[in-house]
């Protein structure tokens, strides 16, 4: 199988930046329309119909056999973190193109038609709040979606309008017009590297994903008094970063005596931010998630008791905002089992594993059944320029999904 074709592709697309000397690609960017235009090629050449939506999410469709027949979808995300590696998400992208490409060179038409999705946004990057693209791809962009605003003041609203050169509600309305329906899918699967150490201590290549951990994502504002750093007595203070700096310790330390619970207040702006005055506003992230809800809400409830309380102590106002609420989701049961048979025949043994990370899946899974493949990834390490999965492993993965195709197209023809 083409396991360099891929590797080059990874590579390629790689260097499509919006930094110099660094890989990131945020919605809606300069890169974000390069990666489409370069990744779309690559769908054509895949014998891909290749169109884009009107929220940047890219579409490659090759029809089945069978005009009856439904839609598999297949796909993930191709904007990245701030300093990212090259397989998050993007794998789940490329990976499925060279899959069909594979069969396309064997002659093997699937009696069913096939989706690639690469979508424009999932990481969260840009707006603080993630699944953007497939959200927008299904036509679930609320209000409140269009509402939120990125570090320079630009809305999503007003984003998507530039992009698309049309009104956002009627970008809304033309995606749930185009959007597909439950009855014509057979699922949606994706490719996604681990993340996570499992699949490296297993020894193992790649692994089935069972479920989702559910995720809750808020903007903290901490609003005190900004004031001189060497006339100001310590006791009359009211240092909004001292309340937010209290604030995220108490966070990690429920993290840490909650078992399977992972919180992080991942970034934090500092407001005036000289060295001679006392904080007067800080506003930052936090991100909370756990394989079960009841878990994520009795955690959120302590974190709220615990801002309330510091925030009296202090003297400091303090505000909430939502940006982002997923449940937990499980995989189906069906589309999981026909995935384990096929990395069973391809590597021996099949490992059930649980995802901490939030993937475009989540969004997918209101609309169909979903399944996803985990490929080993060196250290567990993501999210970070170093982040590695060998091509050895990524064979790995590609065989399972030729292999996931061909018995799909059994089960049909059954």
């Given at each position: 199988m083409k396991i360099d074709r891929l590797s080059g592709m990874l590579s390629e697309l790689g260097c499509v930046s919006d930094e110099p000397g660094k890989l990131t690609r945020t919605f809606l960017s300069p890169a974000m329309r390069r990666a489409n235009r370069l990744v779309g090629g690559w769908m054509k050449d895949a014998g891909l119909a290749v169109r884009e939506d009107a929220v940047g999410n890219l579409i490659g469709r090759i029809e089945g056999s069978d005009k009856k027949a439904k839609t598999l979808l297949?796909?993930?995300?191709?904007?990245?973190?701030?300093?990212?590696?090259?397989?998050?998400?993007?794998?789940?992208?490329?990976?499925?193109?060279?899959?069909?490409?594979?069969?396309?060179?064997?002659?093997?038409?699937l009696p069913f038609a096939v989706e690639v999705i690469g979508f424009s946004e999932e990481e969260g990057v840009r707006f603080a709040s993630a699944y953007i693209g497939s959200k927008g791809y299904l036509g679930l962009l609320t209000a409140a979606d269009l509402k939120l605003r990125d570090a320079e003041g630009t809305s999503v609203r007003k984003a998507i309008s530039e992009w698309s050169r049309g009104a956002p509600a009627a970008v809304v309305r033309r995606n749930a017009a185009r959007a597909p329906r439950p009855q014509d899918l057979l699922g949606y699967v994706e490719v996604h590297i681990e993340q996570g150490p499992v699949l490296e201590k297993e020894k193992l290549a790649v692994g089935v994903v069972s479920a989702i951990a559910g995720q809750s994502r808020f903007k903290l504002t901490w609003t005190g008094k900004a004031g001189h750093a060497g006339t100001t007595p310590m006791p009359l203070r009211h240092d909004a970063l001292a309340g937010a700096a209290e604030f995220t310790i108490g966070v990690e330390a429920i993290a840490r005596r909650t078992p399977g619970l992972v919180a992080t207040v991942g970034a934090l702006t500092v407001t005036p931010g000289a060295a001679n005055v006392i904080p007067g506003e800080v506003v930052h992230t936090l991100d909370v998630r756990h394989a079960r809800d009841a878990v994520r809400r009795s955690a959120l409830m302590q974190l709220g008791r615990l801002a309330t309380r510091i925030a009296r102590e202090r003297g400091l106002q303090r505000?909430?905002?939502?940006?982002?609420?997923?449940?937990?989701?499980?995989?189906?049961p069906a589309l999981?089992?026909?995935?384990?048979?096929?990395?069973e025949a391809a590597q021996g043994r099949s490992l059930s594993l649980v995802s901490g990370a939030g993937h475009d899946g989540v969004v997918l899974s209101s609309l169909t059944p979903i399944a996803m493949l985990f490929v080993r990834c060196h250290g567990g390490l993501s999210h970070h320029p170093d982040e590695y999965a060998s091509p050895a492993d990524c064979g790995v993965a590609l065989r399972v999904m030729v292999d996931f195709l061909e018995r799909m197209a059994q089960q049909h023809a059954r």
């Open positions: 297949l796909g993930s995300h191709l904007d990245t973190v701030r300093d990212a590696g090259r397989f998050d998400g993007t794998l789940g992208v490329l990976l499925p193109i060279v899959a069909l490409a594979e069969l396309k060179r064997r002659g093997v038409t505000r909430w905002q939502r940006t982002q609420e997923n449940r937990a989701v499980a995989c189906s999981t089992a026909q995935l384990g048979r096929s990395v």
